[in-house]
Structure formats: C-alpha cells, structure tokens
C-alpha cells in the first residue's frame, strides 16, 4: 500500500519513519508542499516555519541514522495555534496590535514538550482575535474556512487548528479551549479533539485570554494520535502557576485495554432544549454506540453560562485594558466592544460569579458519584456560512457568534476533560459530541472514544478538497 503521508496518521508517518520506508524530511517537504497548495482556499496558516521544520527533520533522520530513537513522535508533522510561541517567530494572538511584539525567544512549554518527542513544527495557525470568537472570520488575517465546504466555517476560536487536520496539512495541531475553543472546531470540521482537565498541561508561553479557565489541548483524526500528543505534554510546568503538580496519567498503553463497566448517561433539559435536530441524533447514535438509555441534568447549566461570559469579559477586559486605551482602533470592533464591556463590569458582577462558580464545580462533581461519562453536543448546528450572522434555535432566531458555545460553556466552568468524537453522515457535514468525565479522567475518555473509532462509529476522514 502506497504511503501518502497527508492522509496517514501521526503514528503511522512514525512508524513509517522508523522503519526507514520514507524519511522525516520527506514527509515534511510533501505537507509544506500542500499547505502552499491549499493556503488560497482554507487559510489555516499564518506563519509556515520553513527553515525550521526542515531542520527539525534533518534532526530526526540523522539521529534515526545513528541508531538514536527521538521519541514517540518520531518525525510526525503539526502546527500550532498562533497564541502558542514558537522561537523566532512574533506571537500575534490573532490580533493587528501583537505584530508589534519582538519575536519569541524560546518556545512555549508543549512545544518543546512536542519537539522533545521528535514532532517536528511546520507553522502557527489562525484563529480569532485574541481567543475570544467562534468562527476564525479574523479581519486582519482573512477567515478561515473549513476543509469540508468552503463556504462554511471552521469554527473557532481554533479554527485553522481544525482546519489544518481536516485538509490532511498536519496529524495534530495545537489548540486553546476557554469556552470551547477546541471543541467548536472539532465539531465543525469532523474531529477528535481534547480538551483536558483545567491545570493538566501547561500553558507556559501561550498568550492568554482567561487565566482562570484558559486551556490547551490538541487535535487529531485518530484518538491514538490524540492521546499521544496528550501524552507527550503533560507533566509540571513551573512557568504556568495554575498547573498540576500531579504525576502525568499517560494514556496510550490503556486506549485498547477492556474497560470496566461504565456509568453513562445523556444531559438531557438544556442540553437537549437548544440543539438542531442533527445534534440531538447525533448524541443519540453515540448513546446507542455505547448501550446507555441513561438520563440526566446538570443543576443551572443556563447560569454557569452566564458566570462563564462574565469572567471570561471582566478577566479579558482587564487583560487588554492598556491596548483598549492605546490601540482601540487596531482591534477588530466585535472583540474591542466585548472586551471594553467587560473592562467596565462592575467587580461584585465578577465576585458573584466566581462564587457561583465554587458552588457549580461541587454540583457538578456530585453528579459524577452517579455517572462515569456524560454525554452532550458539542455545538447546537453543524458549521454555519462564513459571515452568517443569524441561527434558528428551538423556534428562536439568535446570534451564531456567542451561541456556537452553548453546550461547552457550562462545561469549561467547572474545568472537566472533555473528548469531542465526530459524527460523519453521507450528505451532511460533520458534527461532534462531548464525553464529558470527572476531573483527572482523561485515559477513560479516550478509551471510550477509541471504541466508538474501532467500531466506526466515529471516524475524522481527510476533507476532499
């Protein structure tokens, strides 16, 4: 069987590589060769690190040559969201103001982490402004637009992270999740994506949006890439306060093990009262898949929501509030005015909600006594138009920017792990369910994801462009 490493696996281009049936550089000089094929139409990229990349390669093979193994990501391509620093390169955060920033020094803590593993970096990603976005439709780096159907969104605010895996540029990439940044984009674009319990990876040297819910995590086609890649970050980060000190929990030896019986149920009520009729039978498919006919409700989703806005604009507001002062003009005018909101809030809005923050956290935990894995959509629709402003919602007209995270809100508040598994019917775009665990749960997650992949339920097929 021929190799084609755009639509091979991150494990496979590894073992290929290993084997010595292709080399590192080769397979990187063939995805640099299609991401400038493709940049026209998808704009995933923002910066491609050329030089960089095929030296990393260079690395790789001559190490392999001297009978040194460079790690379980031997020679495996990826690509980071532009947030993410990468040595050498300005880290703009999807913004016009960023650009006027020195260049990196020295790379954040997962890219080093991947590079450590012998992943070889081909670039940084777009994304929306500053993290805070749905939809990747950046004004100062054009919008990006997904593998699927170009004139649709990749979703956001990781949406070249997702677009990049779909359109076979990468295996993995790097994404944030505040309030579903990883999440949205699994989901629009077709695949598996974790976000990680808050405090399990690192974020040293990722320029932030919301400290106290701010995320990283990767993307994938396959769950064991994913777990990989999750694998291959974890671990103390001293330049990240908020990190873990617990010892890394690696996944991959367990992702084929026979898991013990697992309490599984639905989130039915607000779960359920906002989601397109696609998002509900597709939480339905994965609730056959997995043998469950369980039920039940998280205590005051709709507020936890709206907690989670109001510390994600009052954190950012005071984030950004010297640029709001110097730079108002510079910012695309939907983040400026959200950020200013937030930047104005009166602080009891803020106290009021990390409080109620405190209580959800415990609900919620109480809820996994009862259930091991829950279920929800991860977006209530499938990628919406590019420039679309307005959806339809159980009768209701609203907003498509704010309202593509409702269902991954609530859920970002209480810092749960979360595996976005994607759903792909003839005719219809892809979407994506969370399986939602109890914090630190991550290998069980995976392991439920890997066997939904081995029975094809789930699957994260390379767009045909």
Known sequence: MTFVPHT??????SAAIRARKTTARAVTEALLTRIAATHERINAFTTVTTERALAEATAV???????????????????VKNLFDLEGVVTVAGSKINRLHPRATEDATAVARLKAAGAICLGALNMGEYAYDFVTENVHDGACRNPHDLTRSAGGSSGGSGAAVAAGLVPISLG?????????????????????????????GSFPFVHSIDHIGPFARSVADLAAAYDAMQGFDPRDAACTTR????????LDSPAPPLRIATLGGYF??????????AVATIASALGTTARTELPEPALARAAGYTISACEGG???LE?????????????????????????????????????WREQVRGVFEHFDVLLAPATPVSATLLGQQMM?????????????????????????????????????????????GAPWSEPTLLRVARHLEKSGVCTAPVAAL
């Open 272 to 281: 359920e009262k906002n989601a397109s009729p696609q998002a509900l039978s």
């Open 323 to 359: 640029r709001l002062r110097t730079h108002a003009a510079d910012f695309d005018p939907n983040m400026r005015d959200r950020f200013l909101a937030g930047a104005l809030a009166p602080a009891a809005w803020y106290v009021h909600a990390q409080r109620f923050r405190t209580w």
């Open 176 to 204: 944030t999740d505040t309030n579903g940044s990883i999440r949205v984009p699994s989901s629009f674009c077709g695949l598996f994506g974790l976000k990680p319990t808050y405090g399990r990876l690192g974020r040293g």
């Open 8 to 13: 091979a696996t991150a494990l496979e281009i």
């Open 318 to 320: 005071q984030l950004h």
């Open 61 to 79: 093979d001559e190490a392999l040559a001297n009978g040194v193994h460079p790690g379980p990501l031997t020679g495996v391509p990826y690509a």
């Open 392 to 436: 339809t919602l159980n009768g209701v007209e609203m907003p498509v920017r704010p309202n593509l995270g409702l269902f991954t809100q609530p859920i970002s508040l209480a810092g749960l792990p979360v595996v976005a598994v994607p759903l792909h019917r003839p005719g219809e775009m892809p979407i994506a369910v969370q399986l939602i």
């Open 247 to 254: 010892a890394p929990d690696i996944a991959s030896p367990s």
